[in-house]
């Protein structure tokens, strides 16, 4: 079976507390709401692909123990493919540790459990593979290795970035990578990327908007944000990652697939959590359409 859009990431379960601001070095503050929800970049980015209209098949690795089923039965329940979801023995399920404060800004801790277990030899047939950096980086580059040889376009979103930034080896398999502000910095800026071989670098800015620059030229162009009212900025980068996957596997240029990503990403600004904000297709494009 063909997929549209194949995912190689991480599951966790969110550990969400709210607070009136985040906290400083040192600072303990008092929350004023705490909630669990399905996660990780991988599942997000999953989920917000098929909610967007793609045909799914997700490959990662969890826990044999209550989280793991949980996180398991979401992703089927979105009508996404886990037949590539493996079980780590004896490891915990990947959790997050995430604050946000009262304009919806957020800290985030990763703690990869079984996602660090991720293996990938083989991948379903699709016409996009995306992957991010919650699994171990030599998986990642496996799995675009394979995806280059089946002609998937590849698209990777490089979060968290690794301490050693990201190998050129990973660089010359990507196709587009999708950093935000901070991260793009952290790599070296956008003329690094595509002098490893990155066709287009997609940069995030919040509330900034999105810039696009391509490769041969170094041509940059940008998309306005959409105007919303933010709630918790959790699953924004996800939602605009997993909306861009499925309209390049729909077949869109760059700049209709970013900008309807853009829009994704806006509306999971407007809902807590990160699995329960990303918004479906009709809603996007009602506000495309706006």
């Not at 303990?28 to 799914?56: C, W, Y």
């Not at 979401?74 to 540790?97: C, F, H, K, P, W």
Request: proline letters at 6%; hydrophobic letters at 50%; charged letters at 15%.
């Amino acid at each position: 079976m063909s997929f549209d859009v194949v995912v190689v990431g991480s599951s966790n379960l969110d550990l969400v507390a709210r607070t009136v601001r985040l906290p400083g070095p040192g600072e303990t503050v008092l929350g004023s709401g705490f909630a669990q929800h399905p996660g990780g970049k991988g599942l997000n980015q999953a989920v917000a692909a098929a909610r967007a209209g793609a045909t799914v098949a997700f490959l990662g690795a969890l826990g044999d123990d209550d989280a793991g089923r949980t996180l398991r039965s979401v992703a089927a329940n979105e009508g996404i493919d886990v037949s590539g979801l493996s079980v780590a023995d004896g490891v915990v399920t990947g959790r997050a540790v995430i604050t946000v404060d009262d304009s919806g800004e957020n800290s985030i801790v990763v703690v990869p459990g079984a996602n660090a277990c991720l293996h990938v030899e083989a991948l379903p047939a699709s016409t996009v593979v995306l992957a991010q950096l919650e699994v171990p980086v030599a998986t990642v580059i496996a799995a675009f290795a394979v995806a280059r040889t089946a002609g998937s376009r590849t698209v990777l979103n490089p979060a968290p970035v690794p301490p050693d930034g990201l190998p050129d080896e990973l660089l010359s398999l990507c196709d587009i990578v999708v950093p935000n502000e901070h991260e793009v910095e952290l790599l070296g800026g956008v003329g690094k990327l595509l002098a490893s071989g990155v066709a287009a670098v997609i940069v995030t800015h919040g509330a900034a908007g999105v810039t696009v620059t391509e490769a041969p030229d170094a041509a940059t162009w940008s998309i306005e944000a959409f105007e919303v009212d933010p709630v918790d900025t959790t699953g924004a980068g996800d939602a605009f990652c997993g909306a861009l996957a499925a309209r390049l596997a729909a077949g869109d240029d760059l700049r209709p697939a970013v900008r309807y990503a853009a829009a994704g990403g806006a509306l999971a600004t407007t809902v807590a959590g990160a699995v329960p904000s990303l918004p479906r297709d009709g809603d996007i494009r009602r506000l495309l359409s706006a």
